[in-house]
């Protein structure tokens, strides 16, 4: 079974639209961290945010707001007033004991 | 900072071939990783290391190698390389014990079997 879901695959939106992007995960561990990581058409894996399963608080750096559910075990990433900047994968990720988990990635394309 | 460096940063090896990417980080992780991404798919662990000496499978280890000799360096072989291993490979590292950092990722390797 997957630890880390995203459901979309890929999804347009067209420039200055807010979207969401969807992660549900799975675990039994009480200590866990769940991160995003953009990779834009260049390829290189970016660091976005990192949650620890202690922290439910929801989180906003500029654009970017993440909301971390543990009663749906779900961290789902916001984009408000996408840009075409923004057009990249994401994946949402999992770490417990000794290994990261990746989601397959939701590749996103803003529309100018 | 260098972070994580892997090299090559591309390669064309023929059917066959056997080559070894280079993965070295600067930080003292004690936890190293790779993955392979093939196209339009995400991340798949094929070995890891939670330090020098250790070293463990991941979803897809048949057809690599590792080893982990010092805490810096974690190198990939691959043995009589398949066009089933063409994809782009991925070091990474991060710190376990107080706490997890997020995983610091390489710039990859593009290998293509041919």
């Known amino acids: 079974a997957q630890k880390v879901t995203q459901a979309q695959t890929e999804i347009s939106v067209v420039e200055k639209e807010d979207v969401t992007l969807d992660c549900v995960y799975e675990?039994?561990?009480?200590?866990?961290?769940l991160f995003w990581y953009k990779q834009p058409p260049s390829g290189e894996l970016v660091f976005l945010i990192r949650?620890?399963?202690?922290?439910?608080q929801n989180e906003i750096s500029g654009r970017y707001s993440w909301n971390f559910q543990k009663s749906t075990s779900s961290f789902n990433f916001t984009i408000t007033a996408s840009q075409v900047v923004d057009s990249a994968v994401y994946f949402c990720a999992l770490s417990e004991e000794d290994q990261f988990y990746f989601g397959t990635g939701t590749s996103l394309t803003v529309i100018p | 900072n260098a972070g994580v460096t892997q090299t090559p940063k591309f390669r064309i090896l023929k059917i066959g071939q056997s080559m070894t990417l280079q993965c070295t980080q600067d930080?003292?992780?004690?936890?190293m990783y790779w993955y392979r991404q093939d196209p339009g798919m995400g991340l798949k662990l094929i070995y890891y290391s939670v330090g020098a000496g250790i070293t463990d499978k991941g979803e897809v280890p048949n057809g690599y190698n590792v080893s982990r000799s010092t805490t810096e360096d974690f190198p990939l072989r691959l043995e009589l390389a398949a066009p089933s291993q063409t994809s782009v490979y991925f070091c990474a590292s991060d710190r376990r014990g107080q706490g997890v950092t997020e995983a610091f990722f390489g710039q990859g390797t593009r290998l293509t079997v041919v």
């Open positions: 675990t039994r561990d009480t200590t866990y961290y």
């Open positions: 930080m003292n992780h004690n936890y």
């Open positions: 949650r620890n399963s202690f922290d439910e």
